[in-house]
């Protein structure tokens, strides 16, 4: 049997639909998805079992901007980096605008990333062993502070950014190993769920922004009810934007690759790093989707790069894969290409296939089935939404303290949100302090805090470099820019 | 005399209440609770063994990941559980290190084990261009440099990084002479490894396996019993005089004070569902390891390895 078979089609389609429901609802995530599908993938043939599976990894990220368009609540962490935006673009034009914009530019992120797959996934991987704690050290704090330059207002971008970080110590040291800010509770000793907090700052802290704005602004803001089709919005505004951001979108996609396919860091930091040098570049809100869209997606073929040629996984949806290949009795590495050619060629083939007919037909599923949601009027929708947030955050550890943890964490987003804290510079500091963390600390036990060894590895200096230039290029853009308006 | 009676009236009454409770069990679906998430080697085998459980039992098996706190919520809902036999789980390693139970509060003696079900030997694992062709080698380079090698595998006191005490300790070593770089996991430090950051990995055979075949790592030894079957050509430490195994291990077990009978035909069930086919072919692909003992062998298997692992706990202070 093939991938081309029949039945191998069907796989990808439903895999597909089955991953963007996940992917566009919070608190379940693509790597629920996947392993849910495990039992029963391992009684099928490989060749329909891949199928499904490339199917659901390929929109399981992208599908998580669906949520993000409609109600602001990004479906999976990589799509936080920019559901801002997103969920601007589809309020003020049209949902079917802005998934336009993502679907295409995921579609041809994730193209490109496959090709890099194909190209160089051997010789890659040999770039993927210079990377230590240091260079990982380096190349986190490269987001950070990328991050925190693109906050309109740098003193509230660095609080909010210290918030997240601060939420993210509670829990297990990831270094030493002892408890920290559990008060005793067994509850926190893992941590606050990152997908909890996702949902309680952008999902509760919404519905609870919209309530209590409501009296103030009773106009009940009536929506122009668009006057073109959601495919010409789609294909036609959408296609001709990502038509025009071609150079970005290819920047960001070989940026989104390449971060991808280091072991460990994956499609939240590409969609991060790319989507904030596009707010450094002052990118309108329609340059900053399409950037964190198409390197995300790219980062998901680029964690196959390692995975396929070394065994090492490059996040937690390939590691389920890899385990996958080993129950097949397939294994990565070199022998994999010498061995079994056949198998890798049509892997690749129905990677392509997958961004290019199961991206754009999901997420204009999704496009339509939003654009007539959205025509309900919110105040009745928030109760819905609401709910959603609940069982999403059940779902993820069927725990109730998540559902405690939710609330005080959805009020902490009401009060940010209403002193202009920027909520994406919180996420931010949630998913990169424990890894800066966790590199600094690495790397100092490594060298018994010899300082010097940041700077004794070729590609931690260039990176390091980097860094410094990134800084002192941003304070004199902002006081060139800060002139002007001060005479 | 009439009271004597009456007494043994009440307690034949209630042995044959517990018999037949005990023939009846189960009625109802079971629940088999996993402390870990969706996708790791206790959820992929907690999956593939429950339908075959259920067909042995008569009763659907039901898996539940109760994941969150490093596995502390998980493993407390098991042993919180009501002990009738429709509430058992898997619990892993963790039960006995020393750390994790001062600070989850859980400890062995919380649960009733009932069959071991896996074994995950750990290997030491080098670069394919380290200095060292044997162990031996590898041994009396670190006796000659304590201190100048550093190795890695997961958090400090976390589970591999016993398996490194425990072998220091075998060798006449102090923790200081191979010291340890906390990573987030196995890949992790594995791409440590690789990247020269460390000089010696401390993880599961199967997490290594792909980076060895791939020529990019060599396994010096393994901490097993006898030789590993997929790789015939590498020492266990034993061999090499060195007293030392350490596997990460999955163990069915329900909550403690769970009826004997139950307990005893949970067992039979066990011992007959390891032996399925479909799931032996299922777990020999995976990479883990079949490693059954039945209810009693598996009780003096978590007592001893419990006593192995407190002995280290004052080696990491």
Redesign the interface.
Known sequence: MSFFSLESFLAMMLGALYGALFGSLPGLTATLAISLFIPIAIFLDPTVAFSAIIGITATAIFAGDIGATAMRIPGTPASAAYTEEIHQIGKERSPAFALGISALSSALGSLVGVVILIGGSLGLAQVAKQFSSFEYFWLVLLGIVSGVFASPSMAKGLIAFGVGMLIATIGYDPALGTPRFNFGNPNLLGGISFIVALIAFFGVAEVLNNIYSYHKSHQPAEKPIPKRSVAQEFFGAGGRLVWKERRLLLRSSLLGTFIGFLPGAGSDLAAWISSNFTRLRRGSKEQVTLSGASSNNAAVAGTWIPALSLGIPGDTLTAIVLGMFLTMGITPGPDLFAKNLGFVVQLYMAFILASLLMMPLVGYLGAALISTLLRIPMRLLLGAVMGLCLVGAYAINRNPFDLYLLVVLGLLGLLMQRGGFPVGQLILGMVLGPLLEQYLMMSLIKTQWDLTAFFSRPVAVVLAVCNLLLIVGMLWLRGQRARPNNP | MKRVFGILAVVAVLALTLVALGQRYPVRPITLIVPW???GST??TA??LAPVLGNILGQPVQV???????G??GH?AIAQGDPNGYTIGIITLEVVLP?WVN???INADAFTPIALLVLNPVAIVVRKDAPWKTAQEFIADIKANPGKY?ASGT????SYDYARLGFLKKIGLKDAAL?W????GA??A???L?????NVAFVSI?EA???V????ARYLAFMTDRRFPAFPDVPTLKELGVDWTFASFLMAAAPKHTLPSVARQLDQAFAKAVQDPEFVR?MN???LVINHLNFDQTKAFLAERNRAMAELADELK
Do not use: W
Not at chain 2, 194 to 198: A, D, F, L, Q, V
């Open positions: 998430s969706p996708g959820d992929l999956r593939s539940v990941n109760r994941t969150g706190g490093g502390a919520i407390a750390a600070q989850t509060k550093k958090a400090r006191a976390g010291p770089v906390p990573a987030q890949a992790a594995l791409q440590e690789i990247s020269g950051g460390i199967g396996s792909a980076l075949k791939a020529g990019e299922f692909n995976a990479n």
